[in-house]
């Protein structure tokens, strides 16, 4: 029997827990609970959930602080920040520290439902026949182990960052705008202004496997049009 995938809610209003835990749960996944930023951070390196829902404004350690030091000990879990601000702000902080996924509050059950199935698709995967793609210059995208190399080097990618590498990297020379990478990658259509998600994500991993982020040489952009993976 499959065994079933772990959500920790990190988020210091007990109401909204209660309703995030009935409707998780109610969805077949077993949670985990914590009211303060220092416990959440305890728990998500402790229990190794599957996917975490933080809360940016908690108690003893703001959410971006958990997500950046989850981040810093090497965890990839896939994490969504939970913000009642609108701020655009707000939202790029928290994918350039590392988040994969945010939602505003309010929000309705069915879309934070969804995000919580897309995040956590690829931690369920199989892993696959094809195994290791050469992207060139040294870059290796291993497609059994989840792992990304650079001349022999482990490059620490989160879950999304590596998806997108990896789709991009398997259609090499397409190019996608950003709201195919948002059907494609992220598994759920445009939604308003998320597709600057996918542009602070392209910067990150350009930072992280360019030589020269300002000039890459994996991951282009077509002016107008979209990112593509440079065939060359």
């Known amino acids: 029997m499959e065994q079933k995938k772990k959500v920790l809610i990190v988020e210091d209003e007990k109401n909204i827990v209660d309703i995030l835990r009935f409707n998780l749960q109610r969805e077949g996944y077993d949670t985990l609970e914590a009211y303060d930023g220092a416990a959440g951070l305890e728990l998500a390196l402790q229990e190794n959930p599957d996917l975490v829902l933080l809360d940016v404004m908690l108690p003893k350690m703001i959410g971006f602080d958990v997500c950046q030091e989850l981040r810093a000990k090497g965890s990839s879990v896939p994490v969504i920040i939970l913000t009642a601000r609108e701020e655009e702000a707000d939202k790029v902080l928290g994918l350039e520290i590392g988040a994969d996924d945010y939602i505003t509050k309010p929000f309705s059950m069915r879309e934070l439902m969804a995000r919580v199935k897309a995040n956590i698709r690829r931690t369920g995967m199989q892993p696959g026949a094809g195994s290791t793609m050469d992207a060139g210059g040294g870059l290796l995208v291993n ?64 930072e992280k496997i360019e030589d020269n982020p300002a000039s890459p040489a994996y991951i282009l952009t077509r002016r107008g049009v979209g990112y593509y993976f440079s065939a060359d």
């Open 143 to 206: 497609t059994d182990t989840y792992q990304v190399t650079k001349g022999g080097k482990v490059i620490d990618l989160t879950q999304r960052e590596y998806e997108l590498l990896a789709f991009l990297a398997s259609h090499p020379g397409k190019v996608y705008s950003r709201i195919d990478l948002m059907e494609q990658v992220w598994n759920y259509g445009y939604v308003g202004d998320d597709v600057r998600t996918v542009d602070v994500t392209v910067r990150r991993l350009r």
